[in-house]
């Protein structure tokens, strides 16, 4: 009797085990699967802009594997960032007045897009973006993201541009010092640089990507360690959905991209989000949400 | 008789285990009172509140006639807080806890303090469209995920253990408002206790084994709408034969008119806990009916064109209200047409009926709206949609 419950047992733990093998071995296929096209779609963006044949290869791996609404679902957030887009991009080429309404929609626009080209890296495109808002709909959020951009991309004339960008608000002027810094740090070591970045105040739940430059700066300010414990608050204080967006910015970054494939750099990057997911599930709408009691949004 | 209900309570509360954690199931879409705490919003603006659907109506319609026929059961065997109470019950007697006295005087005035909690959470809800019970509803922390229970819920659920340990089921006595609208259809509950005075020998124990306080001992049958059908009043008395020690007594028994005394109690209200069970499920599968309308203030069109299709992703209020969100969102500007929604969940999928001006709008728009996804700008961050129509692709 208790050999023959024992042989039954061994049965279906060794069945468990092979499942759970299976399932861990299917799920590594896939995340792999998954990285192998956002690599393709990042190359066809960041090349020629082409945005049409990224949203092909999505279209491609969602018809391919119809059980993972992954490919779907970036399929359709692509599809809908290409229409907003191309909405911002007639506005910009008409020589109309916008009223409040179209302004309003065209900045709800704008900060989408933004917001999907961080998530998934194409800061070259950012900062075309920015650019054109900058024009477009000026304000001093858009002349704070345009710095940032330019911060990330790093072009030439990089120190010239954020240098002539100023903000009113105590925010806004601490991030233009905050850009400003990093851009010195990497023209040239100075022994002030500690004491000028000790100074700056950033809050981490409301601005990660702002540890992810103080990382930078502490890099080149030749502090290693410091370096890697800013980009580990930065990912331990971004919202889980968010994660893979810091990731990508923090190994994009002028000072780390040396490091892509460095060892402790990768285990850095493998830090996981200490901060909870928001329990909203969307809308517009939280009179009758369970939630709102909780929801910093509607406090 | 306890072996049963115990055995139900285990039943439910194991099949409750596996709902709620195993397929998180939305439990609280079946909960009776529910139905009652959204009867006026539903009456008047035809739309249920929160997680509700169609099951806690028709649960409300299952309690409503099982307790005409065998008075509250529903507090004795099924609802989470009686199984809990009834279980907080043993672990005192086990743990030899000394149970408070409460003075029959004050016992009925506090058995008021149900009419009070109903009243306000009636007037409450209708008045906030928000559930407002479930800030104080100790069920909620069984049936919610952990961020949705508020510090009050909490605070009562506590509260309701530790009178649980020294007071018999103060919960369901003092302050349930459930209760209460069972007690309307209890009152003419047909199953009723019946004690033979001739052979009762009035020692008592009848009543103090009565988990809701009830002097069986000093009536003639158990006409209190009060009464959860336990039988351990039954199970208390002492005497098992007649005065010459022959034959089996029955000094309390349950009886129901026409049938007379119910020999096998377990037997039929197995019997009917599987029959509803059974007509709930089927109701909530196969009889839907609209939980949710939405119109819009807009100027009647020359011509007005229906679309019915099915959808994913709208079993309650609240998930309608983001589906109306979907087709209301500013950032999709082809939808200004459509004139009124009407859902009704039915197995897992929900029949979607929706009104709209060809000439403003078309299916296609209405479905790519509907299916796309959106920028959230409290999160800023690119949300899926959670709402996916039957035979429609995005991808064709």
């Known amino acids: 009797m208790k050999t023959s419950i024992f042989c039954m047992l061994a049965v279906i733990l060794t069945g468990y085990s092979l499942m759970a093998a299976d399932i861990l071995d299917s799920s590594i296929q896939t995340d792999q699967a998954i990285l192998s096209l956002e690599a393709k779609v990042k190359d066809v963006v960041l090349a020629d802009s082409d945005f049409d044949s990224a949203l092909k290869l999505y279209a491609n791996a969602a018809r391919e594997n119809a059980d993972n609404s992954y490919y779907k679902d970036q399929y359709s957030i692509l599809r809908r960032v290409i229409k907003m887009k191309t909405a911002l991009d007639k506005a910009a080429g008409t020589t109309d007045n916008l009223n409040d309404t179209v302004i309003k929609r065209l900045s709800t626009y704008y900060q989408a897009v933004r917001a999907y080209y961080y998530s998934k890296g194409f800061y070259s495109e950012s900062l075309k973006l920015d650019d054109m808002a900058m024009k477009l709909i000026p304000g001093e959020q858009q002349a704070l993201n345009y710095a940032e951009s330019v911060v990330v991309v790093n072009p030439d004339n990089a120190l010239e541009t954020v240098s002539g960008i100023s903000a009113d608000s105590e925010n806004g002027a601490g991030q233009i010092e905050l850009y400003n810094l990093l851009l010195q740090s990497r023209k040239a070591k100075s022994d002030n640089l500690q004491a000028a970045v000790d100074k700056i105040k950033v809050n981490p739940e409301a601005d990660p990507e702002s540890l992810v430059y103080l990382a930078c700066i502490y890099k080149n300010a030749g502090d290693q360690a410091k370096a890697y414990e800013y980009v580990q608050m930065a990912l331990e204080h971004t919202v889980p959905s968010e994660i893979n967006g810091t990731r990508i910015l923090a190994s994009s970054m002028e000072e780390f991209k040396g490091e892509a494939n460095g060892k402790e750099f990768v285990e850095v990057l493998k830090t996981e989000s200490k901060v909870a997911q928001s329990g909203c599930t969307g809308g517009s709408s939280c009179n009758s949400c369970s939630l709102k009691g909780k929801c910093s949004s509607t406090k | ?396």
């Open chain 2, 1 to 396: 008789m306890k072996k049963f209900r115990y055995g139900v309570h285990a039943i439910v509360f194991i099949a409750g285990l596996i709902l709620l954690f195993g397929l998180s199931f939305n439990v609280e879409a079946f909960c009776p009172f529910g139905a009652v705490e959204s009867m006026f919003t539903f009456f008047h603006d035809g739309q249920l509140l929160c997680s509700l659907g169609i099951g806690n109506y028709y649960m409300l319609i299952a309690v409503v006639i099982v307790t005409i026929l065998f008075r509250r059961v529903f507090c004795g065997y099924i609802c989470p807080i009686g199984i809990i109470s009834a279980f907080l019950r043993k672990v005192s007697a086990f743990l030899k806890i000394k149970q408070l006295a409460v003075p029959t005087k004050l016992d009925k005035a506090l058995s008021f303090v149900r009419y009070l909690v109903l009243i306000l959470v009636l007037f409450f809800t209708a008045q906030l469209a928000t559930l407002v019970y479930r800030n104080v509803s100790p069920c909620i922390i069984i049936a919610s995920s952990e961020e949705e229970i508020e510090k009050s819920t909490y605070i009562a659920g506590a509260i309701t253990v530790i009178a649980s340990l020294l007071i018999y089921m103060p919960f369901c006595r003092w302050f349930c408002p459930f209760a209460i609208v069972q007690n309307i259809f209890s009152k003419f509950g047909l199953a009723k206790i019946h004690r033979d005075e001739s052979t009762c020998v009035n020692c008592g124990k009848c009543a103090a084994a009565c988990p809701m306080k009830l002097e069986v001992d000093k009536v003639k049958t158990v006409n209190s709408a009060d009464c959860i059908s336990c039988f351990e009043c039954i199970e208390a008395c002492p005497i098992v034969c007649d005065s010459q020690g022959k034959k089996p007594a029955k000094v309390l028994s349950w009886r129901m008119p026409v049938v007379g005394v119910i020999s096998s109690p377990p037997k039929v209200l197995t019997a009917f806990f599987v029959v509803s069970a059974l007509a709930v499920a089927f109701a909530v599968n196969k009889m839907p009916f609209s939980t949710y309308r939405y119109s819009r203030e807009l100027p009647v069109p020359s011509e007005i064109k229906l679309v019915e299709f099915e959808t994913k992703g709208v079993s309650c209020a609240g998930s309608a209200q983001l589906f109306i969100y979907f087709l209301n969102r500013e950032d999709i500007s082809e939808i200004e047409g459509y004139l009124e929604v009407v859902t009704s969940p039915k197995d897992g999928w929900t029949s979607v009926k929706l009104w709209y001006d060809p000439e403003l709008t078309d299916e296609d728009s209405i479905f790519e709206a509907i299916t796309e996804p959106y920028y959230d700008e409290k999160e800023s961050r690119w949300r899926a949609s959670p709402f996916e129509i039957k035979g429609f692709d995005i991808l064709e």
